[in-house]
């Protein structure tokens, strides 16, 4: 009885795969962006224990200012958050300062009409146009993204079976991996490829093997006060931190507060499993 | 609520209290006094998980309602203020988006305990439709739930899934325009989801309270899958099943922790951090993984079939997926519970509990990729997702009502006591 | 029933129990918390905390009204009159004797000049909601010639000192500092 049924249904699954066997069409498979997966690179913020290393946000934030936030807004992050805890550890003073140098429109007042005033720290990043279609027009068609998320918001595929381990040993480090990726991925096309007038040759831009954002660093474009090497490189990284820190703002919390519910948790379910043995002793089951 | 009541008030309060309103009594017989199976693996404390987990997920909820707005000018801004601004609100937010997560891990975990040990067969029929009920509903509350955020996932998920009804004849595209309230996803829908979003929650608690009352009704199935015939075979529920299902309660807090505070993007779509935009589509939307095995089935049928063409087929195909759930305990015609004792019935079914992890991979692949470089195998993914299929409702509509007929089952034993004590013989002997 | 044949031990048990109960009231406090501290103000809303206001244009006899926290302060440039008014007052005749201004000692007097801004009897920063149910009164008005609660009828003088109504307390001064001879910063 067992056998013939066996038989029966390696029948059934053997016809059911030579009916879609001949459906199926040998198409050639599209390119996968990007071309290139990003490096692994070390950060202080990954792994359990990770938290934000304050000077090195404080240089991304500068790469941030005098290079990426004249295309990039950022509407999310306010000035008071960098002297927030887990952050960039500006003093209040400092952030009231930096504030005030940009200005902002206010109003009405009590005359109706509209004025500017300097940003106070409640007030968010400045942005560089006015609207999205300014944006646009200044930059030959194409929308710099915000960059409030970026770091969470872009994330290239690991596939089968990478996104298992990662998930047994945590890789949330995607965002910032894939932007250093990018900042310095810059090349010259090869051979044979052509890239479309006005765009620049990236292996590892996420959605196509070019885009309309020019490379935007090089070594000595910004200049830091603490000796850092002043390396495209270097900025690079700096500066994915700073989105980083900018996307997830309380990672550092996050990971205080896992490490604590953590234990507490492991500690509980031990004794739970002593009290279940207890209750359970002497009943068979 | 089922057989005798043992609850004897103790205080004149107490007496008092049960003269007018015997609530202590049904707490008492529900949860302490209620007979449970000795035999129970840790497969049965499930039950006691997505408890906690809906409690979890509406305390959660009705705090973030406290935050956001439901307006599609401001929803994703007033998202990220939670995240950033409200205290505690990142964790919050996301005990909330993994605890939609969890809540299907742990049904998913608790269904296919169903489907293994018989649950479903005779007399827990109405229980285990009353599950595909809740299941049901729990998929509504998720996916209505995803859109609040208005990331690109949320308003292309929306898109998509208010376009299944377009898929009907005549009266879908009228539907659709009914249900998302305007020619495309826009405001009216995501206000009318986020009222439907804080509704459902409490349906499924409603459901659930039926749900439990059948399940003590009826009583608990085992992993025997025989009745229970005497005393001798069952523990009261309070302490043996209470001190066991909190210790994995915890245990499963841990999994969830895990996420959480160390992964909490891990489930998530980098794309629904993009702020959602009618003009431009995302280069490859997904569903949230609980959703892939049904989305892998609805792109699996490409073809028409007769009249019905490929759309309303793949449609379809993908609620016809969940509905044949509900007949279940009409399909499986063995007279065996537990698979324990069904030889050919354990290979299908290891083999379906595959199946509906692949087809969770295929859903969450594009279509035209090559899953195996290997001659012979290198198909596109829609072709598995055809084999996946067939074998999916192979197992409700063909494997099982056959098996009933041509498989002999192994002898089962006497009662549930007996069978412990064959078991613990040999090794008391030592 | 498994009752257990073996005495198990019922001291270890007991404690056992005791132990897990402990440790599950105390996590379920913990988590109770955030869920709590969550209906406390958020951060964007802690950092309006303070607004600086310009006032220079109001002439004697004017008055503005600005938003700080979400509550209407206003701030009067009071004339001679008022100002006599409000020093005339005997201490012995108020109902709340004492200042409520957040920038004086809590025990201070509600004498007029406890009442008006440091140096500059004639400016009065105060919140303008009556303390009796959070009503708005209105400027200028009920026989005092100050402030008159239309709500339930409380009438304050000329330095917001209640005077008259249900209303328990004078009105409350924000805690303020004058930046510049025209420019205060409230809160």
């Not at chain 1, 404080?58 to 887990?86: I, P, T, W």
């Not at chain 1, 044979?192 to 292996?203: A, H, I, L, Q």
């Not at chain 2, 325009?177 to 349906?203: C, E, K, M, Q």
């Not at chain 3, 979400?70 to 007052?89: Q, S």
Request: net charge neutral; hydrophobic share 45%.
């Amino acid at each position: 009885m067992t056998a013939k049924m066996i038989r029966w249904a390696a029948a059934a699954v053997a016809a059911g795969i030579a009916l879609t066997a001949t459906v199926a069409s040998a198409e050639e498979k599209a390119v996968e962006f990007p071309l290139l997966k990003p490096a692994r690179q070390e950060w202080s913020f990954a792994g359990f224990f990770g938290h934000y290393d304050q000077a090195q946000l404080q240089r991304g934030y500068q790469v941030y200012k005098d290079v990426c936030s004249s295309c990039h807004s950022m509407k999310l992050v306010k000035f008071r958050n960098l002297a927030d805890e887990g952050g960039p550890g500006f003093t209040e003073d400092a952030v009231k300062v930096l504030a005030a140098t940009y200005a902002i429109e206010d109003g009405p007042n009590d005359a109706g009409e509209m004025f500017e005033r300097p940003r106070l720290p409640s007030d968010a990043f400045p942005s560089p146009f006015p609207n999205d279609n300014a944006a646009r027009a200044a930059n030959g068609g194409a929308l710099p993204p915000d960059l409030s998320l970026i770091a969470k918001a872009r994330a290239v595929h690991r596939g089968f079976p990478w996104f298992v381990f990662d998930m047994f040993w945590p890789y949330q480090e995607q965002g910032p991996d894939y932007i250093t990726a990018l900042l310095t991925g810059y090349q010259d096309p090869p051979e044979g490829v052509e890239v479309p007038e006005g765009t620049y040759y990236n292996p590892h831009f996420i959605n196509g093997v070019s885009l309309r954002m020019p490379p935007p660093l090089d070594n000595d474009v910004v200049e830091y006060s603490d000796g850092t090497p002043q390396t495209k490189e270097q900025y690079a990284k700096d500066v994915s931190a700073f989105l980083m820190w900018a996307a997830e703002p309380h990672l550092d919390a996050r990971k205080e507060l896992g490490l604590k519910v953590m234990l507490y948790l492991f500690v509980f379910a031990g004794i739970l499993y002593f009290v279940k043995r207890q209750v359970w002793r002497g009943t068979a089951h | 609520m089922s057989g005798h009541s043992t609850y004897v008030p103790r205080t004149a309060l107490g007496k008092w209290f049960e003269a007018r309103l015997p609530v202590v009594r049904l707490l008492h017989d529900t949860a302490v006094s209620y007979p449970t199976p000795r035999n129970l693996n840790a497969l049965w404390t499930f039950g006691g998980i997505l408890a906690m987990m809906l409690v979890v997920q509406i305390v959660t909820g009705i705090v973030l309602a406290m935050h956001y707005a439901a307006d599609s000018r401001i929803a994703f801004q007033s998202v990220e203020s939670i995240m950033r601004d409200v205290n505690w609100g990142w964790l919050i937010r996301y005990l909330h988006a993994n605890g939609a997560s969890m809540f299907f891990i742990a049904v998913y975990i608790h269904i296919f305990r169903g489907l293994y040990y018989g649950s479903y067969k005779p007399p827990r029929e109405i229980l285990w439709i009353l599950g595909v009920i809740i299941y049901l509903l729990m998929m509504a509350a998720a996916f209505m739930g995803y859109v609040l955020p208005w990331g690109q996932m949320s308003f292309w998920g929306a898109t998509v899934i208010t376009n299944f009804f377009t898929a009907l004849p005549i009266v879908g595209q009228p539907i659709q325009t009914l249900l998302i309230g305007g020619f495309s996803v826009d405001n009216a829908t995501l206000n009318r989801f986020f009222s439907l979003h804080y509704l459902l929650p409490f349906l499924i608690a409603g459901v659930v309270v039926l749900h439990v009352w059948a399940l003590h009704v009826v009583g608990q199935n085992n992993p025997l899958g025989i009745d229970v015939k005497s005393e001798k075979d069952t523990v009261p529920f309070t302490p043996y099943a209470t001190s066991k299902d909190v210790m994995w309660i915890v245990l499963f807090m841990i999994f969830y922790g895990w996420f959480v505070f160390y992964q909490p993007n891990f489930l998530g779509h980098p794309d629904n951090y993009i702020e959602a935009n009618p003009l431009s589509t995302p280069a490859h939307i997904v569903p949230e993984w609980y959703f892939l095995p049904f989305y892998a089935i609805l792109r699996a049928i490409d073809f028409n079939i007769g009249p019905i063409d490929s759309k309303l087929g793949g449609v379809l195909a993908m609620f016809g997926a969940i509905a044949v759930l509900a007949f279940l305990p009409w399909l499986d015609t063995s007279k065996v519970r537990s698979g324990r004792f069904r030889p050919i019935f354990k290979v299908a079914f290891w083999l379906f509990g595959v199946n509906a992890l692949f087809l969770g991979y295929l859903g969450s692949v594009k279509t035209d990729d090559i899953l195996f470089h290997v001659p012979g195998l290198d198909y596109q993914a829609v072709v598995w997702a055809k084999l996946s299929t067939f074998y999916y409702f192979a197992y409700f509509l063909v494997i099982l009502p056959v098996l009933g007929y041509i498989e002999k089952p192994k002898p089962l034993p006497v009662s549930i006591n007996d069978a412990i004590l064959a078991k613990s013989a040999p090794s008391s002997a030592h | 029933m498994a009752e257990s044949d073996t005495p198990a031990e019922p001291t270890r048990r007991d404690f056992l129990l005791h132990a897990a109960g402990a440790f599950g009231v105390v996590g379920v406090a913990a988590a109770a918390w955030p869920f709590i501290d969550q209906m406390n103000p958020d951060a964007s809303t802690r950092a309006l905390a303070s607004v600086e206001v310009d006032i220079s244009g109001v002439q004697p006899g004017q008055a503005i009204t600005v938003m700080w926290r979400g509550k209407p302060v206003v701030i009067r440039n009071r004339t001679e009159k008022e100002v006599e008014e409000g020093k005339a007052v005997k201490l012995e005749e108020l109902k709340d004797p004492l200042a409520r201004n957040a920038n004086a000692d809590a025990s201070a007097d509600a004498s007029d000049a406890n009442r008006a801004a440091a140096g500059k009897e004639n400016i009065l920063v105060m919140t303008k909601v009556c303390t009796h149910l959070g009503c708005i009164p209105l400027d200028e008005s009920g026989e005092f010639g100050g402030w008159f609660c239309p709500c339930h009828g409380s009438v304050y003088d000329t330095s917001g000192r209640i005077r008259s109504g249900p209303a328990p307390e004078n009105l409350p001064i924000p805690p303020y500092a004058f930046l510049t001879d025209t420019k205060i910063r409230i809160g």
